[in-house]
Structure formats: C-alpha cells, structure tokens
C-alpha cells in the first residue's frame, strides 16, 4: 500500500517535469488539430451559430492545451481548467463507450475506431491525472457546467450530436446516458479540485 501511494505521488510530481509537459502540450495540440479535421465533413452542413459547440472532443483537448500552456509558465488558467477537466472526462468517456457500442451493435470496428478508443480513453485520464495541479474555485466550475450541459441541449434538442450510423435509432438513451456522464463529469471536478481535501500540488515542481 505504501509503495502504491509513493508510485502514485511520484508520477504526479513528473506529471509536472517541463519536458513532459511540453510533450503532453504539442501531443494535444496536434490532437486537437486532427479532430478539428476528422469534424470538417459534419461543420461544413452545421448552421453558423452551432459551430462552437460541433467539434466536443477537439475543443476539449484544446482547453487542456491551453491549461497546459499556462503551466509551462507556471500560470493556472482556472476557468480553462475547468472546463478542460470536465470536457475531457465526458467526451473521453463518451467516445469510448459509444465505439464499444459500435462493435456491440455490429460485430466489428475499423481500426480508426480502436484509435479513437485509445485515444478517447486517454482525454479522460489525463484530464484527471493532472487534477491536483488545477486551482478553479466553485464558480468556475459552475461556469463550465454551464457551457457542458448547454452543450448537451445543442447536441440533443438541435440534432448537432456527433453521428454514430447504427446508433441512431438509440438517440433518446445516448441522450438520456450522455446527460447523466456530464453530471459525473462536473462532480468529478468538484470532488478533485474544489473540495477543501481535494489533494494538490503546486507547479514549483516544473522545472
């Protein structure tokens, strides 16, 4: 038990170390370039004013490149923090469990769809492992729920939801499943920042 909790305290300390941390910044920012990319077919019949809230899983990551952008200079952006923390959660989660559904539904994926996963799954993680490093208070987590679950309303009352073939006939249930993950999402970030016990860390330990 010991040495889980020294292992764990260790990989959050070098969760801050400048090199990795330029590595994580340059491995979201070219992410985020991709997915804006993968969304351009989908954009390109969005009407205008949805625009912003199309593309959730790249603008997620480029709120955590944004947040890792202000740890690189020793900056905490807590409004981007919190959204970063909570898009990322449920996006990440999101795309995982609607590409297993995919293959439940039709016996098989293409390899692109096993990128997603993996990828998808680490969005989720990262956005948690650096937790203990983000300084939002309840109101900028307010804030971010706010823009999550408005973002929902977009999804799910304007039709502008991520398509997914097979799985449309089960719109009412992703809907009904997706506002219940954007609810965990921003508990989450209230149980491992805001939360007077919540465990931190300070970005001295950058160098």
Avoid: C
Avoid at 102 to 128: D, K, N, P
Wanted: hydrophobic content about 55%; proline content about 4%.
């Amino acid at each position: 038990m010991v040495r889980t909790v020294m292992f764990l305290k260790n990989l959050l300390n070098f969760l801050s170390f400048r090199p990795f941390l330029w590595l994580i910044f340059w491995v979201n920012l070219l992410g985020t370039i991709y997915g804006y990319i993968w969304y351009i077919p989908q954009l390109v019949i969005t009407p205008a004013k949805f625009l912003v809230f199309v593309p959730d899983s790249p603008t997620a990551s480029l709120f955590f490149t944004i947040a890792i952008a202000g740890f690189l200079f020793k900056k905490n952006l807590p409004f981007i923090e919190a959204l970063a923390i909570v898009t990322l959660f449920k996006y990440g989660i999101w795309a995982v469990v609607m590409n297993l559904l995919v293959l439940a539904e039709t016996g098989s994926m293409a390899w692109q769809a096993y990128m997603l996963i993996f990828s998808h799954l680490g969005m989720a993680v990262q956005g948690l492992l650096y937790s203990p490093y983000y300084r939002f208070k309840s109101y900028h987590l307010a804030a971010a729920a706010v823009w999550t679950l408005h973002n929902d309303v977009i999804d799910y009352v304007f039709g502008m939801m991520p398509r997914y073939g097979s799985l449309m006939i089960y719109l009412p249930q992703i809907g009904y499943f997706t506002f219940w993950l954007s609810m965990l999402s921003i508990f989450l970030g209230y149980y491992l920042v805001v939360r007077k016990k919540a465990y931190k860390l300070s970005l001295s330990f950058a160098q």
